[in-house]
């Protein structure tokens, strides 16, 4: 026997590859795994599918019998697939083991008519994040004009059957395609022309409806894992249990549950687990584990059996007490042989690479899960907007006091994905005027804090604009003194910005500005206005200087801008003021600063 035989993994000792679908909403994740599974009860195999809690194992004789001659289960000693049941970010963010994502694989649905999708961007970037291997299923080919269905075919064959049209059609949106992929950095190509799915993204054309290319999709899936990661798949057999808590709920008869992915080793009816929770590791006994009961008994009153163990790769409930501050997206480990304080540790060192960052000053982030929160963190980071707390779990008061100690009012805010808000914490972020998103879309959630930031920034500076002096620069005309003092009446013409009443008028003389007096009125043929714009020709009624003493017929006048004003309106709104207005003030600020050079900044 030779040393390579020697150290082949025991086929008993491989566990089931774990697949998550993601997807933009519409694009037909649900239906896909809707298609393999009903593709599998239609072979005939209804028995040979166990359904999980929360996963749908195909074993590898079922895939086999559904992709037909793409797979030879002599070729394959990986036990088949692990489907998780929920598609979307959700569940993949929430699934999570030691550092990364849980599921080995992830097909990314995207719609080939509709193409990428805002939420298609958002899985991509989860993907690249977490260093998925996926697998890209273009869906919804038998929607193409023309298309020529051929139910449960292989997708070569069904497209040679295409007219030369349909055929057309079909590769210039799957080009759109792989030109999508090369925008976000990945190298891609119709599955059946990659050579190495470890470097390129393989494109398959499907369709969840007629399930033409659906053989294709399980056969690389299948291929992809026992070729790329056979390695990752060898398990413990016997070992302590090692899995990912998928959700917290109440379950009628035996009160909180878990609903667990298990990764590795084995769980025990008697077994003393280690759950991560909200303030610090749970520690409990297990008190019964439950598997849904087989479609064929599902019409009995309980809707699950118990059992004695279970391995690795599967959902299964666990009961158990004190399992209220269990956290969705925690780790879970089976203790065994060794002592508390040990896995305690574990599960503290795998908390602790969930920890997001947190500034002195930010937003109040909450989300359902672990994973989640991390996904949320990213994003915002991404968006350059501060955390200052970031939990798992419904808003509460205590959130909404955090919220509301922020600095700035554009943070305080709490972001809560996929969370309820507690009733009293609604009404006292009321009370305390703090803004309260929710949303169950992360790209979204962001998007609408980001608006309203926007919304109050410039409500804040029409209020700084409405009350910061502005530029401008006009000229008495000659022949147009209609009063000479108390105050004085005389025509001008504005040369560049704006007049308003009540502000201060200067004089240069050379780069020395001198205060002439204060500008009391505006009026245009006898009607009194509150500005004038350059290029107007008005009166104004300046209290202070006496024409022919101190203002002279054609004399350059100046608004004069207090230096605060005039730094103020360069450095933060200067974007906000028109043109002509900008030149005023830049022709003003080269006078001052030739007199000093630090004026005004």
């Given at each position: 026997m030779s040393d390579s035989d020697t150290q082949a993994p025991d086929p008993e000792s491989l566990r089931t590859p774990i697949v998550a679908v993601l997807g933009h909403v519409d694009h037909g994740k649900t239906s896909l795994l809707d298609k393999v599974r009903g593709s599998a009860v239609s072979e005939g195999e209804a028995g040979a599918i166990t359904q999980h809690i929360g996963a749908t194992a195909v074993p590898l004789d079922v895939v086999s019998s559904i992709a037909g001659e793409l797979v030879d289960p002599e070729d394959f000693d990986l036990p088949g697939l692990l489907f998780i049941d929920t598609p979307g970010h959700h569940s993949f963010t929430t699934l999570r083991s030691r550092g990364g994502a849980l599921a080995d694989i992830a097909v990314l649905v995207v719609d080939v008519t509709d193409g990428f999708q805002p939420q298609t961007l958002e899985a991509i970037d989860i993907l690249r994040r977490t260093e998925t291997p996926f697998i890209v299923a273009a869906n919804k080919i038998d929607t193409l004009p023309g298309w020529n269905p051929d139910e449960d075919a292989p997708i070569q064959r069904t497209y040679e059957a295409q007219s030369d049209r349909v055929r057309?059609?079909?590769?210039?949106?799957?080009?759109?395609l792989i030109g999508s992929l090369s925008d976000e950095g990945f190298s891609a190509d119709l599955y059946w022309r990659v050579q190495n799915f470890q470097r390129n993204v393989g494109v398959v054309p499907v369709s969840a409806i007629t399930g033409e290319g659906v053989p294709d999709l399980l056969a690389v899936m299948m291929g992809?894992?026992?070729?790329?990661?056979?390695?990752?798949?060898?398990?413990?057999?016997?070992?302590?249990?090692?899995?990912?808590?998928?959700?917290?709920?109440?379950?009628?008869?035996?009160?909180?549950?878990?609903?667990?992915v298990l990764y590795d080793g084995v769980v025990r009816a008697d077994d003393t687990i280690v759950i991560g929770g909200e303030n610090e590791p749970i520690v409990t006994d297990v008190r019964a584990l439950l598997q849904p009961r087989p479609l064929a008994e599902i019409r009995t009153e309980s809707r699950f059996e118990?059992?004695?163990?279970?391995?690795?790769?599967?959902?299964?409930?666990?009961a158990a007490p004190d399992l209220e501050d269990a956290m969705a997206g925690a780790p879970l480990r089976v203790v065994r042989d060794r002592s508390v304080e040990e896995v305690i540790r574990e599960v503290q060192a795998e908390l602790a690479e969930v920890e997001v960052e947190t500034d002195e000053d930010g937003v109040v982030v909450k989300a359902d899960t672990l994973g989640s929160l991390e996904a949320m963190a990213s994003a915002l980071e991404e968006a350059e907007v501060p955390i200052m707390r970031a939990e798992v779990g419904d808003v509460a008061p205590r959130d909404v006091s955090v919220a509301s100690t922020a600095d700035e009012s554009t943070q305080q805010v709490i972001l809560g994905f996929n969370v309820d808000v507690l009733a009293e914490a609604e009404r006292?972020?009321?009370?305390?005027?703090?803004?309260?998103?929710?949303?169950?879309?992360?790209y979204q959630l962001v998007e609408d804090y980001e608006e309203y930031v926007e919304e109050i920034e410039r409500a804040q500076q029409e209020t700084v604009l409405e009350n910061v002096i502005r530029p401008a620069r006009f000229r008495i005309l000659q022949d147009h003194v209609f009063r000479q003092n108390d105050p004085a009446v005389v025509g001008v013409e504005i040369l560049s910005g704006t007049i308003r009443r009540n502000v201060p008028v200067a004089k240069f003389e050379g780069n020395e500005p001198t205060r002439v007096g204060q500008l009391k009125g505006i009026q245009d043929q006898g009607e009194d206005l509150d500005e004038a714009r350059s290029g107007e020709r008005v009166s104004v009624a300046i209290d202070g200087p006496t024409v022919g003493r101190g203002i002279e017929e054609g004399d350059e006048l100046w608004v004069e801008l207090?230096?605060?004003?005039?730094?103020?309106?360069?450095?933060?709104?200067?974007?906000?003021?028109?043109?002509?207005e900008r030149e005023a003030l830049s022709m003003y600020l080269e006078k001052q600063r030739k007199r000093d050079p630090f004026w005004g900044k």
């Amino acid at each position: 026997m030779s040393d390579s035989d020697t150290q082949a993994p025991d086929p008993e000792s491989l566990r089931t590859p774990i697949v998550a679908v993601l997807g933009h909403v519409d694009h037909g994740k649900t239906s896909l795994l809707d298609k393999v599974r009903g593709s599998a009860v239609s072979e005939g195999e209804a028995g040979a599918i166990t359904q999980h809690i929360g996963a749908t194992a195909v074993p590898l004789d079922v895939v086999s019998s559904i992709a037909g001659e793409l797979v030879d289960p002599e070729d394959f000693d990986l036990p088949g697939l692990l489907f998780i049941d929920t598609p979307g970010h959700h569940s993949f963010t929430t699934l999570r083991s030691r550092g990364g994502a849980l599921a080995d694989i992830a097909v990314l649905v995207v719609d080939v008519t509709d193409g990428f999708q805002p939420q298609t961007l958002e899985a991509i970037d989860i993907l690249r994040r977490t260093e998925t291997p996926f697998i890209v299923a273009a869906n919804k080919i038998d929607t193409l004009p023309g298309w020529n269905p051929d139910e449960d075919a292989p997708i070569q064959r069904t497209y040679e059957a295409q007219s030369d049209r349909v055929r057309n059609d079909l590769d210039e949106r799957l080009y759109e395609l792989i030109g999508s992929l090369s925008d976000e950095g990945f190298s891609a190509d119709l599955y059946w022309r990659v050579q190495n799915f470890q470097r390129n993204v393989g494109v398959v054309p499907v369709s969840a409806i007629t399930g033409e290319g659906v053989p294709d999709l399980l056969a690389v899936m299948m291929g992809l894992a026992q070729r790329y990661m056979k390695g990752e798949m060898e398990i413990d057999v016997g070992g302590p249990g090692v899995g990912t808590v998928l959700e917290v709920k109440e379950e009628k008869g035996f009160g909180t549950t878990l609903d667990v992915v298990l990764y590795d080793g084995v769980v025990r009816a008697d077994d003393t687990i280690v759950i991560g929770g909200e303030n610090e590791p749970i520690v409990t006994d297990v008190r019964a584990l439950l598997q849904p009961r087989p479609l064929a008994e599902i019409r009995t009153e309980s809707r699950f059996e118990q059992v004695d163990e279970v391995s690795a790769a599967a959902g299964i409930k666990i009961a158990a007490p004190d399992l209220e501050d269990a956290m969705a997206g925690a780790p879970l480990r089976v203790v065994r042989d060794r002592s508390v304080e040990e896995v305690i540790r574990e599960v503290q060192a795998e908390l602790a690479e969930v920890e997001v960052e947190t500034d002195e000053d930010g937003v109040v982030v909450k989300a359902d899960t672990l994973g989640s929160l991390e996904a949320m963190a990213s994003a915002l980071e991404e968006a350059e907007v501060p955390i200052m707390r970031a939990e798992v779990g419904d808003v509460a008061p205590r959130d909404v006091s955090v919220a509301s100690t922020a600095d700035e009012s554009t943070q305080q805010v709490i972001l809560g994905f996929n969370v309820d808000v507690l009733a009293e914490a609604e009404r006292r972020a009321e009370e305390d005027d703090v803004r309260i998103f929710r949303d169950d879309v992360i790209y979204q959630l962001v998007e609408d804090y980001e608006e309203y930031v926007e919304e109050i920034e410039r409500a804040q500076q029409e209020t700084v604009l409405e009350n910061v002096i502005r530029p401008a620069r006009f000229r008495i005309l000659q022949d147009h003194v209609f009063r000479q003092n108390d105050p004085a009446v005389v025509g001008v013409e504005i040369l560049s910005g704006t007049i308003r009443r009540n502000v201060p008028v200067a004089k240069f003389e050379g780069n020395e500005p001198t205060r002439v007096g204060q500008l009391k009125g505006i009026q245009d043929q006898g009607e009194d206005l509150d500005e004038a714009r350059s290029g107007e020709r008005v009166s104004v009624a300046i209290d202070g200087p006496t024409v022919g003493r101190g203002i002279e017929e054609g004399d350059e006048l100046w608004v004069e801008l207090p230096e605060k004003h005039a730094k103020i309106l360069e450095q933060e709104l200067v974007e906000e003021i028109p043109g002509d207005e900008r030149e005023a003030l830049s022709m003003y600020l080269e006078k001052q600063r030739k007199r000093d050079p630090f004026w005004g900044k």
